[in-house]
């Protein structure tokens, strides 16, 4: 088995489930990889596979899984938009019959706020900017199921004021690399005077954040040092 499969979890419904190298993928393949994908998204990816990054997938896999085949069964019939909404209805039914998710949806937002707090990144944080290390798990099944890797409040309604979050699934060696992005993807929409939505603001900032990434994702000093820069510009 070559890179980037790590190892067979199932098969089900007429799909191959892997466990994948989401680190090497994005590396090598696909910068903007996510947490799970099949071919109907990335072509690199052979039919009748789900690819699960293994960093993701061990409270969520199963989830991700409901999607995909949900949204499979779906597009037969349907608009693939349409697909998408019922794999993500599925998904969103299976994440709320777990315990904390349904104790936590009681709760108030701000109560809320404080379990999906993991620790504060002080090292990443100044006086405009507080980065948290977030159960990424909690934020998808709370708030946003398509949240990957991290974020900040230009983009998500449901982050917190001058606040950066950073995914508790992702490989710890990619921390750094997602943080400059979001920092410098932060910095590029609040600076943005000619979008005229958010959303074309993001695809946009988005795409620039991205190559700033990969060009700093195997310098570490220089990763580092940017970093810093963008800390210090932030609005």
Do not use: C
Not at 26 to 48: C, G, M, Q, V
Not at 153 to 165: R, S
Not at 206 to 228: D, G, P, T, V, W
């Amino acid at each position: 088995m070559k890179p980037p499969y790590i190892k067979k979890i199932s098969e089900t419904n007429g799909f191959s489930v892997f466990y994948v190298n989401g680190k090497y993928i994005r590396e090598h393949i696909e910068k903007d990889f996510p947490n799970f994908s099949a071919h109907y998204y990335f072509k690199f990816i052979p039919e009748n596979e789900i690819w699960v990054d293994k960093e993701f997938s061990k409270k969520e896999y199963k989830y991700f899984i409901e999607f995909i085949i949900t949204r499979e069964k779906a597009i037969q019939g349907k608009t693939p938009e349409e697909a998408r909404q019922l794999g993500n209805k599925a998904e969103q039914a299976k994440r709320d019959k777990s315990k904390i998710v349904r104790k936590l949806k009681k709760l108030s937002k701000k109560e809320q706020i404080k379990k999906v707090h993991k620790r504060f990144l002080k090292k990443y944080s100044n006086n405009k900017i507080k980065t948290w290390l977030v159960n990424g798990f909690l934020v998808r099944s709370l708030y946003f199921l398509d949240f990957t890797a991290g974020g900040h409040e230009k983009v998500y309604g449901f982050v917190p004021e001058n606040e950066i979050w950073v995914d508790d699934a992702l490989n710890p060696k990619e921390r750094e690399s997602l943080l400059l992005h979001e920092l410098y993807e932060r910095r590029l929409m609040a600076q943005d005077k000619t979008s005229k939505t958010k959303q074309e603001s993001y695809l946009k900032t988005h795409k620039m954040a991205l190559e700033l990434e990969a060009e700093f994702r195997n310098n570490r000093k220089a990763l580092k040092q940017r970093i810093k820069q963008e800390l210090a510009l932030q609005p």
